[in-house]
């Protein structure tokens, strides 16, 4: 009985499976092939597209294939529904973007003779940010998280022959740490009350209201310090803008996207899960009474944005400039969860897709940039607009789209935000949300001023990317238009995943 189970089990992970079986081959092909290095982008595009195939085929019209209810997996440790299938889809399809980014840097084709650990190393974090998603044991979480972070650290420090590189890697590892184990002995705590770690067995002995409210608040505050420090909320953010500065520019696109997605999604299933008594015919939450995690989400939501703009304020590197972006998103994002209703959980995941795509064009035309130029920083671009018109327009819609502007697809993200927050009465948390999109384009603005204004000093030179790189370039430049003025396929398909979500 317990094989059939097992195996069933097994059959429902076949994606987690397809990809650590591609992180074997490329291991092997890397020790038997040591000088074919050239083979190792196609070999991990190949599994992540399977992957891909064998993750999007589990979905059909009614929701989950195997199960559109509750499906849970070795013992209750993880569960499979359609909210998971969107953000690993989501997890997925970047990977295969940052594949191609990483094989057309400098900093990383410098390392030629560790590509092989750099993309089993980039397994290693997919592998984590897929055990992630569908997590629903408190050890499984931090054991996935420990995968993803301790892939990442190395990552991060991967270009040897920048000082930077290793600052980046030694302040991530330091933070990393210091957040792991946080958040483990806030998972110590609430076993000692539960006595178990399954996030439906917390639900369940929370029903009971016998507990004691000042350790359960001091635990669950411990573990969202260590899933904070994923999404790069503040106070836990400080990492965030000296390793996406420091690091190769295909792993801070990386970490910027699927790493904070991974992030959410463990967020949004921890809290669903765990404290969620009813859902209304409303759509919205109901959880228990043990602990506002409304509060404490907008709180830490209007800190991230505010802080994440204000200080992008200032970055005159425009990788720091776009990791402090990136922490202003997840303020926003974070406020679409604090609505606690599925319009919330739904606004999360068509922002989540739409931000994918704008922010890795951004950080590719950096870097397609930075490769011919040397520089990331902001008053380089000078001029650049005119000799390089197909790039200047493309990062000119890839910003103007991360502002939120009409009729790029960010305004779409936006408006499901704001018409999540509007529905559930929190005009004033809207409000604030609106001052803050209104800092952040003059940060956005700011580099098309340079890049189409500002008069250079010198002669800027002609950047002429491959054809490859246009065409990739196009890839994600065409959908931020198309999908700002046809949105309706994002917004079904988010619709489904939050419909069939397994509690």
């Known amino acids: 009985m317990e094989m059939n189970s097992l195996y069933d089990s097994l059959s429902l992970i076949a994606p987690e499976l397809i990809i650590s079986v591609t992180l074997l081959v490329i291991v092997l092909f890397d020790l038997i092939f040591k000088n074919n290095k050239k083979m190792l982008p196609f070999l991990s595009t190949v599994g992540l597209a399977v992957a891909l195939i064998t993750q999007a085929g589990n979905l059909t019209d009614g929701g989950f294939a195997f199960s559109p209810e509750n499906t849970p997996l070795f013992y209750g440790m993880l569960t499979i529904d359609s909210f998971g299938a969107f953000f690993k889809i989501l997890v997925l399809a970047a990977s295969m973007l940052i594949i191609y980014f990483s094989s057309t840097t400098d900093e990383v084709n410098e390392s030629f003779d560790r590509l092989g650990e750099y993309y089993t190393l980039i397994f290693g974090m997919v592998l984590g940010m897929m055990f992630m998603i569908s997590a629903s044991d408190l050890i499984l979480i931090y ?162 944005m505010t802080l994440g703009n204000f200080s992008a304020l200032w970055q005159d590197n425009l990788k720091r400039m776009l990791a402090y972006s990136s922490i202003a998103h997840a303020g926003y994002m974070l406020l679409g969860l604090a609505v606690m209703s599925d319009q919330g959980v739904l606004a999360v995941l068509v922002y989540f897709f739409i931000y994918a795509i704008m922010n890795i064009g951004a950080f590719f035309i950096v870097m397609l940039i930075a490769n011919r130029i040397g520089s990331e920083n902001i008053d380089d671009y000078d001029g650049l607009g005119f000799k390089a018109p197909l790039l200047g327009v493309s990062l000119g819609i890839f910003l103007v789209s991360l502002t939120g502007i009409p009729p790029t697809a960010g ?52 950047i002429k990317p491959s054809f490859n790189n246009l065409i990739f370039v196009l890839i994600l430049a065409v959908p931020t238009i198309i999908f700002g003025i046809y949105f309706t396929p994002i917004l079904d398909f988010a619709k489904q995943c939050v419909q069939f979500f397994g509690v």
């Open 411 to 462: 305004f779409i993200g936006k408006l499901y935000l704001f018409i999540a927050l509007v529905d559930a009465n929190m005009i004033a948390v809207a409000v604030i949300a609106l001052l803050n999109t209104v800092v952040s384009l003059y940060y956005y603005i700011r580099v098309l001023k340079h890049m189409y204004l500002v008069k250079p000093s010198t002669e800027p030179p002609v």
């Open 143 to 304: 054991l996935s998280v420990e995968l993803l972070s301790l892939s990442s650290y190395v990552l991060a420090g991967f270009s040897k022959n920048k000082t930077r590189n290793n600052e980046a890697a030694l302040k991530y590892l330091l933070f990393g740490a210091f957040s792991s184990g946080l958040m483990l002995f806030g998972i110590s705590l609430i076993y000692g009350m539960v006595g178990s770690t399954n996030l439906t067995a917390l639900n369940n002995f929370l029903q009971t209201g016998s507990i004691n409210l000042f350790t359960i608040t001091i635990s669950l505050i411990l573990v969202f310090a260590g899933i904070g420090y994923k999404i790069s909320s503040a106070p836990f953010h400080f990492w965030t803008p000296d390793v996406y500065e420091g690091a190769p520019i295909s792993i801070t696109a990386f970490l910027s996207v699927a790493s904070k997605a991974a992030g959410f999604a463990l967020l949004i299933r921890f809290i669903r899960v765990g404290f969620v008594s009813y859902v209304d015919s409303e759509g919205f939450w109901k959880l228990s009474e043990v602990f506002d995690w409304q509060l404490l989400l907008v709180i830490i939501a209007i800190l991230t």
